[in-house]
């Protein structure tokens, strides 16, 4: 047995093993950087993706499931349907309410929509906080496009509110829905 070529095998395959264990290194170190870079934070929010049958639109930025669970819209504000007088729900539509709730049913009533979540999953009313999205398109930003919700950002539920500004700041030049009037307001 050649010693020279004992060796020369042992060296190879040690640096064989070497090469995978920096591999293996790099790879695990590249994960990290991937698991805890901003993008994937948004990416974890996004983890809280269901889909599910929207029994009816109760108003503009908010819908009732199949199942009875509420959800209230991230990150847009629409003009409100009903009000409180004493202890009592009044109908007394806000100026636009009714479009922007008929804009609703019409996207989402009867139809599976996909919901995701952001950071916060229930609000304070304990409505579930979801994007709604149905055939890809998000509703949410669709109510604002066309002038019938505000942008209304409630950190930490911020994944989509750039989005939200710009096109309440389209609508709102184009004069589009709550904007169609000089001076109106939400």
Same mark, same amino acid.
């Given at each position: 047995?050649?010693?020279?070529?004992?060796?020369?095998?042992?060296?190879?395959?040690?640096?064989?093993?070497?090469?995978?264990?920096?591999? =293996? /290194?790099? #790879?695990?170190?590249?994960?990290?950087?991937?698991?805890?870079? &901003?993008?994937? !934070? %948004?990416?974890? $929010? *996004?983890?809280?993706?269901?889909?599910?049958?929207?029994?009816?639109?109760?108003?503009?930025?908010?819908?009732? =499931? /199949?199942? #009875?669970?509420?959800?209230?819209?991230?990150?847009?504000?629409? &003009?409100?349907? !009903? %009000?409180?007088? $004493? *202890?009592?729900?009044?109908y007394?539509?806000?100026?636009?309410?009714?479009?922007?709730w008929?804009?609703?049913?019409? /996207?989402?009533?009867?139809?599976?929509?996909?919901?995701?979540?952001?950071?916060?999953?229930r609000? %304070?009313f304990?409505?579930?906080?979801?994007?709604?999205?149905?055939?890809?398109?998000?509703?949410?930003?669709?109510l604002?496009?066309?002038?019938?919700?505000?942008?209304?950002?409630?950190?930490?539920?911020?994944?989509?509110?750039?989005?939200? %500004?710009?096109?309440?700041?389209?609508?709102?030049?184009?004069?589009?829905?709550?904007?169609?009037?000089?001076?109106?307001?939400?």
């Amino acid at each position: 047995m050649n010693p020279t070529a004992t060796t020369s095998r042992r060296v190879a395959g040690l640096r064989r093993h070497a090469r995978s264990a920096l591999w =293996l /290194a790099a #790879g695990a170190l590249l994960y990290a950087a991937w698991t805890h870079a &901003p993008w994937a !934070y %948004r990416a974890a $929010g *996004s983890a809280g993706v269901e889909e599910a049958l929207v029994s009816r639109a109760i108003d503009g930025d908010t819908i009732e =499931l /199949a199942d #009875g669970e509420r959800v209230r819209y991230i990150g847009i504000d629409t &003009p409100e349907l !009903y %009000r409180r007088s $004493g *202890s009592e729900w009044v109908y007394r539509p806000q100026p636009h309410a009714e479009q922007a709730w008929t804009f609703n049913r019409r /996207a989402v009533e009867g139809r599976t929509v996909r919901l995701e979540s952001d950071v916060e999953r229930r609000d %304070r009313f304990q409505r579930r906080l979801a994007y709604v999205y149905r055939d890809g398109r998000l509703v949410n930003a669709d109510l604002v496009e066309q002038g019938l919700a505000s942008a209304m950002t409630i950190p930490p539920n911020t994944q989509h509110a750039d989005l939200f %500004r710009r096109l309440e700041r389209e609508a709102r030049d184009a004069g589009r829905g709550l904007w169609a009037t000089e001076g109106a307001s939400p």
